[in-house]
């Protein structure tokens, strides 16, 4: 095994410049908690670990003149949830950051490692999808911004280029009448993986939807920005009607896999019956917002 | 392969060690460090049984790389009582036999101490969902919330307050 090297720089040039150095043996470190795992099973062989939670603005929760939030990529779960005001602007968000693992976990994973891990069913992508968050990227050429759900690219796999690290999430402020939900499917309460999980944002405006987005995960290679059903509730007053259409529509994106955790049939009946669920939780909130 | 020099605080004592730099936390802990306290349950994050504070956040130490201690303040389950006396709950734990084979105990301790730093009269449901990453294959985990849950409410009685913050 190639020798390991261990960097833990204080500023984001220079973990630029020594990510792009390590080559594609290099890994980006913010919580861990994937990458250990990955480490001691072997999955992975890094000849590099580039511990990015020395930067400041990647550790840090700051609200924007707009009313919206930057998260720095490495926010551990358990930082964001302690955040005065940010799970009272994006109540959706905070719950799917906070079901990923335990306690422990919480302690150490971020939004960022949930999505540079590439998994169809982390947790947070789905919500963050909802809420219309854009990601900075960085790398030797510069910055450049993407919509979240343009970053995954495959189970394990994203669009990040070689040498480019995940800074920050930036989510828009929420208008009043607005709010946002994540619920996801699994066999157990705790500690288990999403079978289905599903974030909806949404605003209310004299009971009629007037803005919605809808992220599912799990149901696919990656999670899906399901626009068909979001347009479903737009203009409706989240009747039965436009609920089932929304329903119809996730379910008619689903291209799952079958494994223990449930069949092809089982998630896409489930997929449809979480967007009705998330929905009411969502438009509960953006009322009383 | 060099070996990194890290120098951490274990316990409120600074201590030096030499790692690896893919050795783990928990590898340093139960290695160079000789604190053997802590558990390897999983290696994976899932079991809970290497439970320790790092800069007072409750993490696994099997997740964490013995190299990020440098600068930190970590806590294991040998820190918990002062001397002879016993933290009230580990005294709770003896009371009520809140363990069996005692693998999972310093984990359950550890995460606890941590719950009730941080809320002082927690919920069961709190409770049992704060310690749904700390497994126990003995007890069927009752006779553990019933301890936190009691030591909890003796400490208040006491008007015992420990906290981070």
Redesign the interface.
Known sequence: MA????L?PHSLDEAISAFAAGGNTARI?A???DL??Q??SGAVKPGL?V?I?KIAEMTEVEQTADGGFRIGAAV?G?VLAEHPRFGKVWPGVLEAVNLI?????Q??ASAGGNLCNGSPAGDSVPAMVAAGAVVTLQGPNGRRELPVEKVPAGPGRTNLLPGEILVSFTLPPQPSGASDAYLRMIPR???DIAVVGCGVSLTLKDGVCTAARVGLGAVAPMVLLVEAAAQALIGSRLDAAALDAAAAACRAVCRPIDDKRGTIAYRTKVAGVLLKRTTAIAAQRAQDN | MAKLHVSTTVNDEPMEFLCEPNDTMLDALRGPLGLTGSKEGCATGDCGACSITLNDRLVCSCLMLAAEAEGQDVRTIEGMAEGEKLHPLQQKFLEVAALQCGICTSGMLVASDALLRKNSRPSEEEVRFWLAGNLCRCTGYDKIVRAVLETAADMREQGIRESWQ
């Open positions: 020798e390991l090297r261990y833990a470190m919580g861990g908690t250990l795992v480490m001691r670990i511990d939670k551990p358990a693992g335990s306690t422990q976990v302690g150490r309460t705790e500690m």
